[in-house]
């Protein structure tokens, strides 16, 4: 937006200085969002408003070592604002996979273009997982809020098209945002995990899209490598216990390998943590307090991590982290 902002002014300045500026698209959105009518939304809106190129966004991109997405929703498409629908394509690279996500405001619809995908959907608790292979020419739904994956299993790029029935879906990738809420939560509800152990598996997720499962790599003759890990959530010093937090040196000489005993078992593949990673530095210095990585208005990624104190009988307190 920054950037469309600068360019708009930039275009402007050599077009004609008596044209009134453009207005930022957070500007045009809230102009549209106030419209009475449809009509009215039509006349605010710039031919160029309705089109949005994929092969060249203007921002809602999200990439990771197996491929990116290109979302374009009421953050960076004007054109969608009042109609309640937004698309996001998707370019994967050989074993790109969409790691496990849910969209808190849309049901999806997902058409696989020219690969069969494999997919899988867990609606909600009591659910039965669901695998779905989608065909090239086929499309498969993923219900409002239900955690979905999909992988490209060829060694071919592949390409897939999501419309959503929301101009502003959202999007909350499972691994990225659980390992985020505060380790000893995190460690309590795994059954006892420490700290330590939550920060080093923790410390391990890739960005989304990132490489699929082993079989598809060796396949292809992909090594997995060390994959980006900015998506994960911030950690702020209210996120992580006392002791941690307030001793980022020491929390860091304190964060290791993930033992044997706390790696999930469908990890066992994985390359050995002192092998391939460098020990994980301490999270707590590596992400800076207080800063999301993600500063795009259209990246998923940049949600604060509210904490809310829920005091006996009715009242809510927020204590809310930038
Ligand atoms: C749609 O499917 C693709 C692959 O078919 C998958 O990566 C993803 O989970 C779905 N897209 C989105 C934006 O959820
Ligand atoms: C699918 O389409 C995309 C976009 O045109 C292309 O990059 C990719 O190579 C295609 N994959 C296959 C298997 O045809």
Redesign the pocket.
């Known amino acids: 937006m920054f950037k469309l902002a600068f360019i708009s002014t930039f275009a402007l300045g050599c077009t004609s200085a008596v044209k009134a500026q453009a207005p930022s698209v957070a500007q045009l959105v809230a102009s549209l969002r106030q419209a009475p009518t449809e009509v009215d939304r039509m006349n605010l809106l710039q031919d160029s408003d309705l089109l949005f190129n994929f092969l060249a966004p203007p921002s809602g991109v999200t990439t990771g070592s197996g491929g990116h ?1 290109v ?1 374009a929703t009421s953050g960076n498409f004007p054109g969608v604002v009042g109609n309640g629908v937004s698309m ?1 394509i ?1 370019f ?1 690279g050989p074993c790109g ?2 790691t496990p ?1 849910t ?1 808190p405001r849309a049901t ?1 619809i ?1 058409f ?1 273009l020219n690969t069969t ?1 494999r ?1 899988g959907v867990l609606v909600e608790n009591g659910a039965r997982f669901i695998d779905v292979e ?1 065909a090239p020419g086929s499309a498969t739904v ?1 219900p409002q809020g239900a955690i ?5 299993p060829s060694c071919e790029p ?1 390409m ?1 098209v ?1 419309g959503f029935n929301n101009e502003d879906p959202g ?1 909350q990738q499972v691994g990225q945002r659980y390992f985020g809420l505060p380790p000893d939560i995190v460690g309590a509800a795994l059954g006892g995990l420490g700290v330590t152990e939550i920060l080093g598996l923790e410390s391990k997720i890739p960005d989304n ?1 990132a490489y699929g499962v082993d079989e598809c790599l060796q396949r292809c003759g992909i090594t997995r490598g060390n994959q980006p890990t900015a998506q994960l959530q911030p950690v702020d010093a209210g996120n992580s216990p006392s002791g941690i937090s307030s001793v980022p040196a020491a929390a860091s000489s304190t964060v290791r390998p993930v033992s044997s005993s706390a790696k999930p078992a469908s990890s066992s593949a994985r390359p050995a943590p002192s092998s391939s990673a460098p020990a994980p530095s301490s999270i707590l210095s590596r992400r800076p307090i207080g800063i999301p990585i993600a500063t795009s208005d259209s990246a998923p990624f940049g949600a604060r991590a509210v904490e809310t104190n829920v005091a006996a009988p009715e009242v809510t307190s927020f204590k809310i982290r930038a």
């Open positions: 997405t979302a996001t998707g994967l996979m969409n996500h969209h999806e997902n696989s995908l997919g989608i993923f979905h994956f999909e992988m490209n592949a897939f999501a999007v899209v």
